[in-house]
């Protein structure tokens, strides 16, 4: 019997194992697809690798900037494929060789529970003592679209389509409506909301939206998709059916959890529409079985699935740690880039509560000027003069984001926050400006 079983090989399952086996317990990972899971197979991965082709497309379209005149290339889009290909299995590679090194037993295969602590893989039994679920999710159907593309179906063409429809203006959706744009792609966005990445902060969101019609991309906010033939997907809008050509179709209204093929019933594992069900240490029904990360339904990023995997194995060693899952940082790889962590404005506004915004553009900053950067601002939220949220839509959002999660996790007053000297010329500068 087992220590730990791990099922799944994505971000909430591989590095849990590897830290599992470190600190001594006997350790089996179940690997039901690709290793690295969609994040690094379809999802994370992938996607940035081409979000750094997409961006320096966009950089060598202001190159008169920069005094590169007469500039000229070609764009060959089975490269962009290979180079993505070439990151992803290097990185899986990286992965196999640590697994290997600890000499964790890895079986490839699906696991379905037969009792509350033994699972079958391709006919063979498994017991543990304990069980971490990591299964991570799939993407969301659209019934009336059923051979349209998927997330995962648009990284591997292997031929660019000249018009792509995207059905869903969500984080996805439009990471990928930014990213194909570039590729020279004409893009439709049609959006059930009536604005784009409704979970992200409104101010940001209606600015996002500003940046990328500006970059030719066309919306449709508030509508419905209904279905397609051979050469137009119906949509409703305003009251009206209009129809839009296409050449693709990619379907991307979010994902749900993935957890139907486990037989959790055999385990006494109770479930929602959401996904399983756990309490603060990612513990289920069944003490000695956890669940984390997108299975759960409760946050699908690939940082929390391992940050909750590391909760779930502390509880099971009976350690304490520091986590704050109050504090996840989210970003968004479009032009420009999006990034927030905290409470946002918006749910002051909601709630009907007193707060503080401090925001500076970054048209102010000489570093966004001197690199061209300047669409965007930083914006810091505070509470009774505590620092308690951040959002950024900006070049390097990404990066910038994690000093504020730090100084959230800190609980810093804005006047402490004011004190911290930041050095000249820097994107981080933008913090201090506005206070």
Not at 161 to 172: F, N, W
Not at 184 to 211: A, C, H, N, Q, W
């Amino acid at each position: 019997m087992k220590d730990l079983i791990v099922i799944g090989a994505g971000p909430g399952g591989y590095d849990v194992a590897m830290v599992a086996k470190k600190k001594g317990l006997d350790v089996l990972l179940i690997n039901g697809d690709k290793l690295g899971g969609t994040c690094l197979n379809y999802g994370c991965i992938p996607t940035k690798t081409y979000h750094k082709n997409a961006s320096l497309i966009k950089d060598l379209k202001e190159a008169e900037i920069y005094g590169l005149k007469n500039l000229s290339y070609s764009f060959n889009y089975l490269e962009v494929k290979n180079r993505k290909e070439k990151v992803v299995n290097t990185l899986k590679d990286g992965i196999n060789f640590l697994l290997n090194k600890l000499e964790i037993e890895v079986v490839n295969g699906y696991a379905t529970f037969k009792n509350d602590n033994t699972i079958v893989v391709n006919g063979v039994e498994y017991q543990a003592k304990n069980f971490i679920i990591a299964t991570g999710s799939k993407d969301r159907q659209l019934s009336t679209f059923p051979d349209a593309l998927n997330s995962d179906d648009m990284l591997d063409l292997d031929i660019l389509p000249e018009k792509l429809v995207i059905i869903g203006g969500g984080v996805i959706g439009i990471e990928y409506a930014s990213i194909y744009n570039q590729f020279g792609i004409d893009i439709e966005v049609v959006e059930f909301m009536d604005r784009i990445v409704p979970t992200i902060d409104s101010d940001l969101s209606k600015r996002l939206l500003s940046y990328l019609k500006r970059q030719k991309i066309k919306f449709h906010l508030s509508s419905k998709a209904l279905y397609k033939d051979d050469e137009f997907v119906y949509i409703e809008e305003k009251g009206k059916i209009v129809k839009i050509p296409y050449d693709k179709v990619l379907v991307s209204i979010g994902r749900v959890a993935n957890y139907q093929g486990l037989s959790l019933e055999n385990c006494h594992v109770e479930y929602d529409k959401r996904g399983i069900i756990t309490d603060d240490n990612f513990q289920t029904s069944n003490p000695n079985i956890y669940a984390v990360g997108d299975v759960t339904g409760k946050n699908m990023l690939a940082h929390y699935a391992k940050y909750s995997s590391l909760r779930a194995l502390n509880h099971i060693l009976k350690e304490k740690d520091n986590i704050n899952f109050d504090l996840v940082p989210s970003c968004i790889f479009s032009f420009p880039e999006i990034a927030s962590v905290g409470i946002s404005e918006d749910y002051y506004k909601d709630n009907d509560l007193p707060y503080e915004v401090y925001k500076t553009v970054y048209q102010s900053n000489g570093k966004a000027f001197s690199a061209n950067e300047t669409d965007g601002f930083v914006k810091i939220v505070a509470y009774e003069g505590i620092i308690t949220g951040a959002a950024i839509i900006g070049y390097d959002a990404s990066t910038l984001i994690h000093e504020m999660a730090i100084v959230i996790t800190k609980k810093m007053s804005v006047l402490e926050f004011k004190d911290v000297i930041h050095a000249h010329p820097t994107l981080s500068e933008l913090f201090n400006e506005g206070l």
